[in-house]
């Protein structure tokens, strides 16, 4: 009912699906729908792979700057990216692309799956998995991260989702 809702008012929109991990490594894991296998094959050859395998194809299709699968996964606009200026260490991010083979990681679940636009569809969806450490540890950290996450979430559609929002 949502989705129907934001493509009759706005005509795309973005999920984000926001969980918190108990991985060894403590970075934020942005789950597309493609594992950790997926992204190491992507940091080789970043234009082999179609947008349309992933749960945020219809930004690339209708992206307002045209921008590639691989701006919107590793570029310096990417979530991760602005989540790794800010401090947040996230993968994957321009400078930080895959997991490590053997490195638990979280590449998106049901609702990724059934919400994103993977399927077709005009609502993109991406999963966070969030660490614990510097993240979730404490109550002051919960509300730096937060606060952070929302300014970070405005650059994000700005730049990605500008024909359906402007930052005011």
Same mark, same amino acid.
């Given at each position: ?76 606009? +990417? ?68 606060? +952070? ?20």
């Amino acid at each position: 009912q949502y989705r129907q809702e934001i493509e009759q008012t706005h005509g795309r929109g973005l999920l984000i699906d926001l969980h918190g991990h108990g991985h060894r490594i403590q970075k934020i894991e942005l789950g597309y729908l493609r594992n950790g296998s997926d992204l190491r094959a992507f940091a080789q050859q970043p234009e082999s792979t179609t947008a349309t395998m992933v749960s945020v194809r219809n930004a690339v299709v209708e992206h307002p700057q045209g921008n590639s699968l691989s701006d919107l996964l590793i570029g310096p606009q +990417a979530l991760g990216s602005l989540l790794s200026a800010q401090g947040f260490l996230a993968i994957p991010a321009e400078g930080d692309i895959a997991p490590n083979e053997g490195d638990a990681f979280f590449s998106g679940g049901y609702i990724t799956q059934v919400y994103g636009s993977r399927e077709g569809g005009r609502i993109d969806a991406i999963q966070l998995e969030l660490n614990r450490q510097g993240l979730r540890d404490t109550n002051e950290n919960r509300t730096a991260f937060a606060n +952070a996450m929302a300014e970070i979430l405005l650059d994000y559609l700005s730049h990605h989702y500008s024909d359906v929002f402007t930052r005011e």
